[in-house]
């Protein structure tokens, strides 16, 4: 069974300071995605990753892929409090299953 | 616009009561759909997938006859928690398959909680 650890579980920043969060698999990912909940909504899908080594950006947000394809950080620049939520790692395996991590709940003080 | 539509968003009931929620699939024709349960400050889990005209196919550890799961047409799923107990109460949340090069388009989730 597949294992997602995020890190860290919990992070508390003043708005305009830049961060950084981890994700790390137990076995390869077939295809990571990053996921950002907000309360009592349903996860909105950030980016999509499949090649080892990748880079993606989107705005200030910036996503890595391990070139081992095993682990990744998502960072981001002059954090604003819109950017406050819940940040979930994924694996999208076979017959399109999505495997969680157990997230980082990001807050970003005004 | 929303591409997921999920109701009840929120419902309290006593225990030993049956409580069903809806996921629409409001854009296209779904095949398959997901549903997920989630407690205070952990991740989704998958419980299971429900597949349109057949039987879910439910994951390891989900009871099957608790959770009673309908997909009897291409643009709706139903979950039926079936006497739920205060162990039950969650956010459940369901999700819509777009196909192998769109993403899964998720509800905004049901707030259950059984007193």
């Known amino acids: 069974t597949q294992l997602l650890e995020q890190s860290p579980q919990f992070l508390s920043i003043q708005e305009g300071e830049n961060l950084t969060v981890y994700c790390n698999s137990s076995?390869?990912?077939?295809?990571l995605q990053w996921y950002r909940q907000e309360p009592g909504e349903g996860p909105v899908l950030l980016v999509t990753?499949?090649?080892?080594?990748e880079v993606k950006k989107l705005k200030r947000l910036t996503f890595q892929f391990g070139d081992a394809r095993k682990d990744s950080s998502l960072h981001i620049t002059a954090a604003q409090p819109g950017d406050t939520g819940l940040y979930l790692c994924?694996?999208?395996?076979?017959?399109?299953?999505?495997?969680f991590g157990k997230g980082t709940l990001l807050t970003v003080n005004p | 616009g929303a591409v997921v539509s999920q109701h009840p968003s929120w419902v309290i009931c006593k225990s030993g009561t049956s409580v069903k929620i809806e996921c629409r699939s409001l854009?296209?024709?779904?095949?398959?759909m997901f549903w997920y349960r989630q407690f205070p400050k952990q991740s989704l889990m998958l419980m299971a997938t429900?597949?349109?005209?057949?039987?879910?196919?439910?994951e390891q550890g989900v009871e099957k006859d608790k959770f009673l799961i309908n997909h009897a047409s291409l643009t709706l799923s139903t979950l039926t928690v079936t006497s739920a107990h205060p162990e039950d109460s969650s956010f459940y949340i369901c999700s819509v398959e777009g196909g192998s090069n769109q993403p899964q388009h998720f509800g905004d989730g049901t707030r259950l909680s059984i007193l």
């Open positions: 990753v499949v090649t080892g080594g």
């Open positions: 429900s597949n349109e005209g057949s039987k879910a196919t439910y």
């Open positions: 854009d296209f024709q779904a095949t398959t």
């Open positions: 076995s390869v990912f077939s295809s």
């Open positions: 994924a694996d999208r395996g076979s017959n399109y299953k999505l495997t």
